[in-house]
């Protein structure tokens, strides 16, 4: 799957101004209609025509009303007004900043609402939930400010919305930034103070790696209205898809790493052998390690460079991402997983050397989970790309037996974005380069073929109790391995420029044939470093 980025939110900050009137029960009822929920919602005696109560249960009721019923995924069109916009007219299409919801307790939250047209053609149905009420927000296109973009005719009451987006003093206590956002299919983001949009998450993969991929989506949301002193905000999602309904809830903490508590309960309508767990979506062109497909004069374009693994058994593994030249799933057998994520650890702005982008700042996201997630394993797919417009990486978690359709299955976890911050005290994997190896002048003529087989990679190994043992009289050792092929030759030597040492592996393939290769450093048995993972091929 590439997933073209759609229109970027841009970070904003509003200030509260609550729209006045209710809705009546015959506009709650057929925006759920819209919405294709009405047939999933139980009827809930005492219900006024402005209402209905609200429990956590309740979103679970409805994924499992959804799940027993044949999967529907009509929903009405877009007016016409709508349905022909182009990128630039949808962008014109601006919530506006003084009808933001949730501020009216004075509270540090504010929710803005995003317009259905361009790429987000399906309805979702928005509600505020206070004191165990719940009200649906209802469509006004005088909650939009609609620029330059001419909508001819009157828009229906029904329309619903595309996502909301959330704003939070996040980096100062005078202003409101983004902090997280829903919008398309299961698809959110969110920041971390002095963070720039980069990956995405997912609520839910499914064959995301095989031939055909689908893509639940969020049909509703519920959002608690917080206190006055509140630092989180809950926001409940139902989620639907032909394979799977589900319930999810959100807990968003914003701060320096803010974080996303997720629990979900799915309701498989049949065996979900391909689902993926915590999905993450993100981009990678070039970096150091391969330059070859572009003459871009950046150095690196990349939202994440790297999978990070904690493993069940301690391990700490990294994985430094690539384009590959055709489609590469790498799959990492576990058990219990604490960690994985894709991350971005180069937080240098001469690796980029773009002023707008930003990429230097793109966060990283952690996921931790809680319990025992049994067996299973942490999948990688890479995807080819020519351009830094699309997210050609997914990582998600697989678990080992697939949910049986009819039994529900409830998990949670935490997603964190990071920046710079250490997640283990070991030495870590600064940089990855690839290069030929020193050859004879009787290799040198060897035929291409041959020498495409042979491969030098050269491993920066920085920060933990590295840079203590850079005058040690004898260096750390070099543990490494490959699956396929030899090592033939082993190398080390202190690289102060990023406290630690560089390691070179000279590798060599008999064939054509794929290898992965490892590599640490160990002293007197104890590891220094996380472990260094790199697949190589030759056709």
Do not use: C
Request: charged share 25%; proline share 9%.
């Amino acid at each position: 799957m590439i997933r073209a980025k759609g229109p970027h939110a841009p970070n904003g900050h509003a200030e509260q101004a609550v729209p006045t009137g209710a809705p009546s029960r015959r506009g709650v009822m057929s925006g759920l209609a819209a919405a294709g929920l009405a047939a999933a919602l139980p009827a809930s005696a005492g219900d006024d025509a402005r209402s209905r109560p609200f429990e956590p249960g309740m979103v679970e009721h409805q994924a499992q009303a959804l799940a027993a019923q044949p999967f529907d995924g009509r929903f009405p069109p877009l007016p016409a007004p709508l349905a022909g916009l182009d990128y630039d007219a949808y962008r014109d299409i601006r919530f506006r900043k003084d009808h933001a919801f949730l501020g009216e307790a004075g509270g540090p939250f504010r929710l803005q609402l995003f317009h259905r047209g361009f790429l987000y053609p399906r309805p979702v149905s928005v509600s505020l939930v206070r004191d165990g009420i719940s009200t649906p927000i209802p469509y006004d296109p005088a909650l939009f400010d609609f620029g330059r973009t001419r909508i001819d005719g009157t828009l229906p009451s029904d329309l619903n919305f595309a996502g909301i987006r959330i704003h939070a003093p996040l980096n100062r206590p005078d202003r409101l930034d983004e902090l997280i956002v829903f919008a398309g299919a299961s698809y959110f983001r969110f920041l971390g103070q002095d963070q720039l949009y980069g990956l995405s998450a997912r609520a839910l993969a499914i064959g995301s790696d095989g031939e055909k991929e689908e893509f639940p989506f969020f049909r509703a949301f519920y959002i608690e209205v917080p206190s006055a002193d509140a630092k989180a905000l809950t926001i409940h999602a139902l989620l639907d898809s032909p394979s799977v309904a589900g319930a999810y809830r959100f807990t968003v903490e914003p701060g320096r790493t803010t974080g996303v508590r997720v629990s979900a309960t799915l309701y498989p309508r049949q065996d979900l052998a391909s689902v993926g767990i915590a999905p993450l979506t993100s981009m990678f062109f070039i970096s150091e390690t391969d330059r070859g497909h572009s003459d871009d004069y950046r150095p690196e374009l990349h939202d994440s460079d790297g999978l990070q693994l904690a493993t069940g058994s301690g391990e700490w593994l990294w994985r430094p991402l690539d384009n590959p030249q055709s489609r590469r799933i790498s799959t990492f057998l576990d058990r219990d997983p604490k960690g994985f994520g894709l991350m971005q650890r180069d937080r240098d702005f001469a690796s980029y050397q773009d002023l707008e982008a930003g990429y230097e700042r793109r966060p990283g996201y952690f996921v931790e989970p809680e319990g025992a997630w049994g067996e299973g394993s942490v999948v990688l797919m890479e995807l080819p790309t020519d351009n830094e417009t699309a997210d050609n990486v997914v990582a998600f978690w697989r678990p080992k037996q697939p949910y049986p359709a009819g039994r529900p299955a409830r998990l949670a976890y935490t997603i964190r974005a990071l920046a710079a911050e250490d997640l283990h005290p070991n030495g870590k994997v600064m940089n990855t380069f690839i290069a030929e190896p020193a050859a004879s002048g009787a290799a040198r003529r060897a035929a291409d073929a041959t020498a495409l087989r042979n491969r030098r990679f050269l491993i920066d190994f920085g920060d933990g109790e590295l840079e203590k043992r850079l005058g040690d009289p004898v260096p750390p050792e070099v543990v490494a391995s490959a699956s396929n092929g030899r090592i033939t030759a082993t190398s080390i030597v202190p690289n102060p420029h990023v406290g630690g040492f560089r390691v070179a592996l000279d590798v060599q393939l008999d064939g054509p044939g794929a290898t992965e290769l490892r590599a640490y450093l160990k002293k007197d048995d104890q590891a220094l470093t996380e472990t260094w993972s790199y697949p190589w091929s030759v056709a």
